[in-house]
C-alpha cells in the first residue's frame, strides 16, 4: 500500500482536495488572480505528459487530450471551488488543436498554464494562440536538435559499439534517455517562469536557425547513409578469361555505396506514400533473405 500511494503522489499533488474543500481562488484589483502553481505543480505536469505522451492521439485534436491530461491536476488548482470554471478549462484543453514535439510540447504547455493561472477563463484564448501559433516553430527546433541530430549521432555510436560487443554502447543510448527525462522535467517549470515570452522573444529568428539546423541534419543523415547502410552485390561479369566485379569494377566507379543509396531513397519514397514502416522493415528483411540465398546480395 505504501508503494502504490508513493506512486500515486508521483503523478498527482499530494494534498488534493475536493471542489467543496479547495479554497476559492483570490481575484487581485486588477482582475487578475493570484498565481498558485508550485514548481513541484508542474513536474507533476511534466511526469503526467511523459507517461501518457501521444497515448490518446486524436485526429480531431492530435495531442490535446494528452496535454488536457497532463494539466489536469494544475487546472483544479488554479480553479479551486469554481468548478463551472474548471470545466470550462477542461473542454478548451480538449477543443484546442495541440501537436509539438514531445521533448519541447511542455515549454508551450508551460508557459500556457502561467496564462491561466494569472488570468483564469480571461487567458484560454491567449493561451490557445501561443499554443497554436508556436507548435510548429518550436517543433522544428526540437525535432532537429533534439530527435534527429542527437538521437541519430548518439544512436549510431551506441548501435556501433554495440555490434562490436561493447556494453558501454546500451549504457550510452540508456543515458540519452534519462537525460531526455530529465530535460522534460524541467520544461514545464521553464515554460511557465517564462509565461507569454517563452520562444516569441526568438521571434524572426527561429525560421533561420529551423532551416540551418536541417541543412545540419540532412548532412550528417547523408553521411550516416554512406557509413551505416551497407549493401553490395558480389555478382561478377564473367567473359572468357575476364572477369569484372559488378561492385568494385562497376557501381563503386560510378558512385561508392550506390547501392545503399538507393535503398535509403527506396524507403524515403515509400515513406513518403504512406507505406507502413513495419511493412517496410518486413519486406527489406524478406528481399534481402531471397537476394542472398541466390547470390545476389552480400553482406
Not at 521571434?203 to 533561420?208: F, I, P
Request: charged share 15%; hydrophobic share 45%.
Amino acid at each position: 500500500m505504501e508503494a502504490s500511494s508513493k506512486m500515486s503522489n508521483f503523478f498527482k499533488p499530494k494534498e488534493f482536495k475536493d471542489f467543496n474543500e479547495a479554497p476559492a481562488p483570490v481575484q487581485l484589483p486588477d482582475g487578475s488572480y493570484e498565481p498558485v502553481l508550485t514548481d513541484e505543480d508542474l513536474k507533476i505536469c511534466s511526469r503526467r505528459m511523459c507517461l501518457m505522451d501521444t497515448v490518446s492521439y486524436s485526429y480531431a485534436t492530435q495531442n490535446a487530450p494528452c496535454a488536457m491530461f497532463a494539466s489536469y491536476y494544475a487546472l483544479r488548482k488554479i480553479y479551486g471551488n469554481d468548478e463551472d470554471a474548471f470545466n470550462t478549462a477542461i473542454l478548451n484543453q480538449l477543443d484546442c488543436v495541440f501537436n509539438a514535439t514531445p521533448p519541447v510540447s511542455g515549454l508551450l504547455l508551460g508557459a500556457g498554464l502561467a496564462m491561466e493561472d494569472k488570468g483564469h477563463l480571461n487567458g484560454i484564448h491567449a493561451e490557445n494562440d501561443l499554443k497554436v501559433g508556436l507548435m510548429g516553430p518550436i517543433s522544428g527546433i526540437g525535432d532537429v536538435f533534439i530527435w534527429i541530430l542527437p538521437m541519430t549521432i548518439l544512436g549510431s555510436i551506441a548501435g556501433y559499439m554495440a555490434q562490436q560487443g561493447s556494453p558501454v554502447g546500451i549504457l550510452l543510448w540508456l543515458a540519452v534517455w534519462v537525460a531526455l527525462y530529465f530535460w522534460r522535467m524541467q520544461n514545464y517549470v521553464q515554460g511557465y517562469k517564462a509565461g507569454a515570452s517563452v520562444v516569441t522573444k526568438m521571434g524572426d529568428k527561429l525560421n533561420v536557425l529551423t532551416d540551418a539546423a536541417s541543412i545540419l541534419g540532412l548532412t550528417v543523415v547523408g553521411s550516416l547513409i554512406y557509413s551505416s547502410v551497407k549493401l553490395t552485390t558480389p555478382l561478377v561479369f564473367q567473359y572468357g578469361e575476364i572477369s569484372l566485379g559488378i561492385q568494385e569494377g562497376v557501381l563503386d566507379q560510378i558512385f561508392p555505396n550506390i547501392l545503399g543509396l538507393l535503398l535509403a531513397v527506396m524507403v524515403y519514397k515509400l515513406i513518403k506514400k504512406g507505406v507502413k514502416l513495419n511493412w517496410i522493415i518486413l519486406g527489406i528483411l524478406a528481399v534481402s533473405c531471397v537476394c542472398a540465398a541466390f547470390g545476389i546480395l552480400a553482406a
